[in-house]
């Protein structure tokens, strides 16, 4: 082989593998900016769960079943409005309808008692999941992207969904949102003393159990709007999608702190960004692999990442 040849040949290798190399970013940027997204999702769900258990000491296991009826119920609204506004509103009415019937209704009975609690929720979320197949079905059903949001684009060699991009902003707005309302509101004094002693804030004559109850509804509410926003996302709604979430958000509140909101952000960002890069490269082993990380800053930190021993927001 001659010199030149040699040369062409080099640069033919070089070439190739600069190439693969390119592939191999492309492919982990874009799995970044999904599992950013899906990480959006989780910290709606997880934030929702993280309020009711900060202020109330309520271990929801029924709030995959809100997050179900705001997906369908939005998709619902969005096929016959074509309107995705009014789709999101539904859905966060919705949860937090369905929240307020269940923390007034059954909830309130079971206070202070966990194995109460932790049957009634469980009761509930089969009973919610059952019961959307009555109007809807078994099958999955379709739910689309909405006009002016389902554009992709290409930067450098990373494909940007516009979709995508809408709820991680949606998500940071709701963050800081929860965050002001917490540490910059009169409501989130009140909220934060009342973590700490709820019969002290009663006897000042603030009535700390309708806090409690709006506390409650604001959480199953932004369930129910995750679930509008997780149609478009996945392209479909199930009758198993609640159930297939909650177990994700039980890990995000368990590794970032119960009662922490920083801890579920964080925690958030962690599953999601693990379950997309997993799910790319061995699809059965992403919950065994979100397990996992939960065990282990569990064994390092057993409060969770941001958890304190009496809870904090």
């Not at 952000?265 to 997309?276: E, P, Q, V």
Request: aromatic share 10%; net charge positive; glycine share 14%.
């Amino acid at each position: 082989m001659s010199s030149s040849s040699l040369k062409n040949y080099n640069s033919g290798i070089s070439d190739c593998t600069l190439q693969r190399e390119v592939g191999k970013m492309s492919v982990f940027a874009t799995l970044l900016m999904n599992g950013i997204a899906n990480a959006a999702l989780y910290f709606l769900m997880a934030a929702g769960l993280t309020l009711i258990f900060g202020l109330m000491r309520v271990i929801n296991f029924a709030h995959g079943g809100l997050y179900l009826w705001g997906g369908y119920i939005a998709m619902f609204l969005y096929t016959s409005t074509h309107n995705f506004v009014v789709a999101l509103i539904g859905g966060f009415v919705v949860g937090g309808l369905l929240g307020f019937l269940m923390e007034r209704g059954l909830l309130a009975s079971v206070y202070r008692d966990g194995n109460g609690q932790l049957l009634m929720t469980m009761g509930i979320l089969v009973v919610l999941s059952e019961l959307i197949k009555v109007p809807f079905g078994r099958n999955p059903q379709s739910s689309t992207v909405p006009h002016g949001l389902n554009h992709s684009w290409i930067a450098g060699h990373v494909v940007i969904v516009g979709y995508n991009v809408f709820i991680i902003i949606v998500g940071i707005l709701v963050y800081l949102a929860l965050q002001v309302t917490l540490h910059r509101s009169r409501l989130g004094v009140i909220i934060r003393a009342g973590v700490g002693n709820p019969e002290l804030v009663e006897a000042r004559g603030i009535p700390i159990r309708r806090i409690f109850t709006l506390v409650f509804i604001l959480g199953a509410a932004l369930a129910g709007f995750a679930g509008a926003l997780a149609g478009p996302f996945f392209g479909s709604v199930t009758p198993t999608m609640g159930m297939d979430m909650q177990l994700n958000a039980f890990i995000i509140v368990v590794l970032g702190g119960l009662g922490s909101l920083n801890g579920s952000l964080i925690g958030s960002l962690m599953i999601g960004i693990a379950t997309a890069v997993v799910s790319y490269f061995l699809p059965t082993a992403a919950i065994l692999v979100n397990v996992l990380l939960m065990a282990v800053v569990l064994v390092i930190r057993p409060e969770g990442l941001f958890g304190e021993k009496e809870g904090a927001m």
